[in-house]
Every structure is written in structure tokens, then in C-alpha cells.
């Protein structure tokens, strides 16, 4: 694809800020995203945040910037704890001096689990299954020869490495190094099973090294099943699922997009509007525009209305964004959507200048309106 995110200056000094500010936390209480021990507690968190970054006498637009950013790295943080809590050392949990995290704000998955892997506290087991998710063939061989039958049996039970865990013990019993023509081959067949016994769904369960393995797919059948499982499970981020898209070229890109069914070409869209993409959002509405109906326009204006105005995440400036996506539409799309009940809120934010505070009963009148015309 040849739409490529380019991180602002602006936007990794930031982000280098919101850091200090997430480290004031400890790392239990943040990988619950705010949730604590009594309940959610998003709001008051939010407003805490932001006069602690009130502190630094900034305008008050770059202060919500900021304070919302520290709160999409929060965000970060606790999805990644969610997918990794089983593969991590049982010690205190304070990961902070081990996540590792790109320039623009998303973890960097590959060279955190790298440093785990250097943890004194993962144990012989969680060590050889870390390196087997994220396809680190030359360590998976190194820690293979520490693993004893009882080892084999209890992670063959208990782990999601069920679905390649056949391809990973013949490669080791034969000392080769994995196949990654045949895993193509097989995972592009459309049989339950093919005539070796490897199940089709190779990808299910197997998506924490999807970035790591994604280019060593040969076919593009199965480039397409990998991200198609990984869409439907809402199983990748959207930075990981932005770098797969990358690495295709755009013709693979438009083949994939029109076989998506619409639920994954919404799912698609979303994920541009979470952190940190928001910057490309537009243009890849631009590339696709002819595949988006009416209503999935509604539904993109009303994920930006419930998921950012109505929880004050500010992370990018979404005002300036509403008006762009606004300006992009056909009339007789503009026609149909003032249709819609949102149309009010829609009307509000055009009215808006770009730096703006949104007005706190913005979704009340939304869900006002949504009420008399139900």
C-alpha cells in the first residue's frame, strides 16, 4: 500500500511528554485502562490528567492534546498486558523499564518480547512459548534443547500455540528451519484440513507475531486469510495491522478490500481513526471512497462523535477532521446524511474553529434528538 504514516516532529515530542506523565502510574493500575479496583473511573482520571498537564502552561488546545495522548498510551498499555498477562513472569508487576515503544506512541511488541526474554523471572516454559509466538526461530532452537517431554506436554495443553505447534515440532525433530511455502500452501486451501492433518485456521490463535511473519507469506491467499482472521477476531492492533498493509502492494490491497464483506472494510476504516493514524485517516477514505455506503459514513461519523467528543479524547484534533470528512462527501451522500439524527452534532462541530473546546452536552443533544426519533 502506498499510503504511508509519517509521525510529526510535533507529535513524538509529545508523545515523549504523555510518557513521563504514564510513568507516574504504576503499571497495575494502568493496565486495567483506568478501570481500578471500584469500577471505571475514566472521567475523573481524565480530568486528574489533565491538570497535572496543565502544569506545563501550554495553550490550552496542545494541554487536551497531551492529556488525551497520555490516556491512548494508557490504552496501549493495557490491551497489550490483556494479550500478554499469560506470557509474562510471575514477579511484581511493574513492566515499565521493559515495554519498549516506537517514536510515535505504540509499543513496539517484537522488541518488547525480546527483552522479556532477557527477564531472570520467565520460566524455561514461558520463555520457549514467547519465542514460538513471535517466531523467533534461532531462539526457539536454542531453548529447545532445554525443554523436557513434561515441558512439551504441558504447553501442547495449555497454550494457543495449538495451531502451529505441529509445524514448529517437525521443523525442530528434523532441525530445519520453518516452511514457509508450506505453511502458505496450507493455509490458503479451503478444505477443514488439508490431506496432512494442519488444521486451515493457522492464524487462529497465532497473531502475536503477525508483523514478524507476515512477509514471510508467499501467496497472497494467504496474506488475505491472515488478515481477514485478524479483522474478524479484532485480534491486531492498528499499527500492526497499517505495517501488513504496507508491505503489499496496492493492487493486493484493492483485491483484499473488495473481497472484505463490509463489517471488515468498517473495521479497516476504524482502525485509522485510532492512535496514532488518525493523520492518514483521510487519505485512505480517499483511496476506498467508491466501496463506503451511506451507511457506513453514519457509522464512521458516530464512532468519532461516541468514541472521542463523548469521552473528551482529544488525541488528535477531530474537529478539523469532521469538517475534512464532511467536505469529502458527494452531495447526495451530504443529502442523506443530513437524514440522519446525528445531523445536529455534525452542524455543531462545522461551527466549531479547528482549536475549539467541545461543548460537554454535544452527545446529550445527539442522544436527544436520537430519542424523539426513535
Excluded at 504511508?4 to 515523549?16: D, G
Excluded at 511488541?109 to 512459548?129: E, G, W
Excluded at 511473519?213 to 499499527?239: G, Q
Excluded at 487519505?283 to 468514541?307: K, P, Q, W
Aim: a positive charge; glycine letters at 4%.
Amino acid at each position: 500500500m502506498s499510503i504511508r504514516f509519517h509521525p510529526s516532529l510535533q507529535l513524538v515530542a509529545k508523545v515523549r511528554i504523555a510518557l513521563k506523565f504514564l510513568y507516574e502510574y504504576k503499571f497495575k493500575f494502568i493496565c486495567t485502562n483506568f478501570l481500578g479496583d471500584r469500577g471505571r473511573k475514566e472521567q475523573f482520571y481524565s480530568e486528574f490528567i489533565l491538570s497535572r498537564v496543565h502544569l506545563l502552561s501550554l495553550p490550552d488546545a496542545v494541554e487536551r492534546n497531551i492529556a488525551s495522548i497520555v490516556r491512548a498510551l494508557a490504552m496501549e498499555v493495557a490491551e497489550w498486558y490483556r494479550i500478554h498477562k499469560d506470557l509474562l513472569p510471575d514477579a511484581d508487576l511493574d513492566y515499565w523499564g521493559t515495554i519498549c515503544w516506537y517514536s510515535h506512541g505504540t509499543i513496539d511488541y517484537l522488541a518488547t518480547a525480546r527483552a522479556f526474554l532477557l527477564d531472570k523471572h520467565l520460566s524455561r516454559r514461558q520463555r520457549f512459548v514467547l519465542s514460538c509466538q513471535y517466531y523467533l526461530e534461532d531462539d526457539v532452537h536454542v531453548l529447545w534443547g532445554q525443554m523436557t517431554a513434561f515441558d512439551l506436554s504441558c504447553i501442547a495443553g495449555s497454550t494457543g500455540l495449538t495451531g502451529n505447534f505441529r509445524y514448529w515440532m517437525e521443523a525442530l525433530h528434523s532441525n530445519t528451519r520453518l516452511n514457509w511455502i508450506r505453511i502458505s500452501r496450507e493455509a490458503s486451501i479451503s478444505n477443514n484440513y488439508c490431506r496432512t492433518g494442519f488444521p486451515k485456521h493457522f492464524f487462529s490463535g497465532n497473531l502475536l507475531g503477525l508483523v514478524h511473519y507476515f512477509p514471510k507469506l508467499r501467496i497472497a491467499e494467504a496474506r488475505f486469510r491472515c488478515l481477514y482472521r485478524a479483522i474478524l477476531k479484532e485480534s491486531i492492533r492498528p499499527f500492526y495491522l497499517y505495517l501488513c498493509l504496507a508491505q503489499i502492494p496496492d493492487h493486493e490491497v484493492e483485491a483484499m478490500f473488495n473481497r472484505f464483506p463490509e463489517g471488515h472494510r468498517y473495521q479497516l476504516f476504524v482502525s485509522f481513526l485510532h492512535w496514532p493514524l488518525q493523520s492518514v485517516f483521510l487519505s485512505i477514505i480517499e483511496r476506498f471512497r467508491h466501496r463506503i455506503s451511506n451507511r457506513m459514513y453514519v457509522d464512521l461519523f458516530e464512532f468519532i462523535l461516541f468514541d472521542k467528543f463523548e469521552r473528551g479524547l482529544f488525541d488528535y484534533e477531530y474537529v478539523s477532521l469532521v469538517k475534512q470528512l464532511w467536505a469529502l462527501l458527494p452531495e447526495n451522500t451530504k443529502s442523506s446524511l443530513r437524514k440522519s439524527r446525528f445531523i445536529p452534532c455534525i452542524e455543531h462541530i462545522m461551527d466549531l474553529d479547528d482549536q475549539d473546546p467541545v461543548p460537554t452536552n454535544l452527545i446529550k443533544l445527539y442522544a436527544k434528538r436520537s430519542w424523539y426519533l426513535s
